[in-house]
């Protein structure tokens, strides 16, 4: 009896989602087909890899766990010499999950450099809030997160994932182009109790961000008069720059419209330190993934005057 890739892919996968169906979907196999490859390899070890559970999801025994580190890494490996071609080129496609700030803000011009010199390998960027790259990332459904949080409590998703710092965000309160707190150099946060304040979702990873700085001045958002919530950032700004309130997103997001004179940012005091952050699952394991990395970093401290 030998071993095959498909599965040890297949195993890979089941380790990442813990979910046989999961595994199933992302391959384009049949569940069973995915429980009969695990059994073949619980033959050929004549160990058990997974515990299953009564809602049907799966966790790694000992033995399980142990193997997964020195699968991904036979994985790496094949797919290292897969993802080249006959010309020593790089070939392949990467696949990020990113929220809005990473997505909409950052990636664009980073995927179009990218692109243009690494001409055979593919970026797509699919655009969700930061919980939900955190847990895509978690079932191994994408190869890279951007997020502009990891701090979700609680937090079972960030324990095979490698975090890079990308970019430092600066927050600031946003308010309408005329408004009389729109000529200050600096605000503490505590200058919006008793104001209408504009809010977001608690999935997004700024939010998660501003709500460690209401923490950091011992506020509460329930201490605020929230008139609206939003589940992204330009409608936030939208209402902002109406009068319908003030509110607080980063610098990146806020550029644009204060430029457009639509409304003003003012910096936040503040001693939290919030980055867009770039997750990599494969932990430094996979070369189409790293360059992309490697070049991202660079890129954007070769550009930090853009963000």
Request: charged letters at 25%; glycine letters at 6%.
């Amino acid at each position: 009896m030998t071993l095959d890739m498909e599965q040890i892919r297949t195993f890979c996968d089941v380790c990442l989602s813990r979910n046989f169906t999961k595994t199933a979907s992302k391959l384009g196999i049949t569940e069973s087909t995915v429980s009969y490859r695990i059994k073949e390899m619980e033959k050929f070890f004549e160990r058990k890899l997974f515990n299953r559970r009564e809602d049907k999801s799966v966790e790694c025994t000992e033995f399980g766990n142990a193997f997964f580190a020195e699968a991904q890494e036979i994985l790496s490996i094949v797919d290292k010499y897969k993802n080249v071609g006959i010309d020593g080129e790089l070939i392949g496609t990467i696949k990020v999950s990113a929220g809005e700030i990473g997505g909409v803000f950052l990636l664009p011009p980073i995927v179009r450099a990218f692109e243009s010199k690494f001409t055979k390998i593919r970026v797509k960027i699919e655009i969700n809030n930061s919980l939900k790259t955190l847990k895509k990332l978690s079932e191994g459904e994408c190869d890279l997160g951007v997020t502009a949080s990891v701090d979700f409590e609680p937090n079972p998703y960030l324990k095979n994932v490698l975090i890079h710092k990308l970019l430092r965000l600066t927050y600031g309160i946003i308010t309408p182009a005329g408004h009389p707190l729109s000529n200050s150099d600096s605000l503490n946060v505590s200058k919006l109790i008793g104001l209408p304040y504009i809010s977001r979702d608690d999935s997004s990873g700024s939010q998660r961000e501003i709500l460690k700085i209401f923490e950091e001045n011992r506020i509460r958002e329930s201490d605020l008069n929230v008139v609206w919530r939003f589940d992204n950032s330009s409608s936030v700004i939208n209402a902002v720059a109406e009068g319908l309130g003030l509110s607080i997103v980063s610098r990146v997001q806020a550029s644009k419209y204060v430029q457009g004179g639509l409304i003003r940012f003012i910096p936040i005091d503040t001693r939290v330190e919030s980055y867009v952050n770039l997750l990599d699952i494969w932990k430094g394991t996979n070369k189409l993934v790293n360059v992309f990395v490697n070049f991202a970093k660079y890129y954007v401290e070769a550009s930090k005057l853009m963000f």
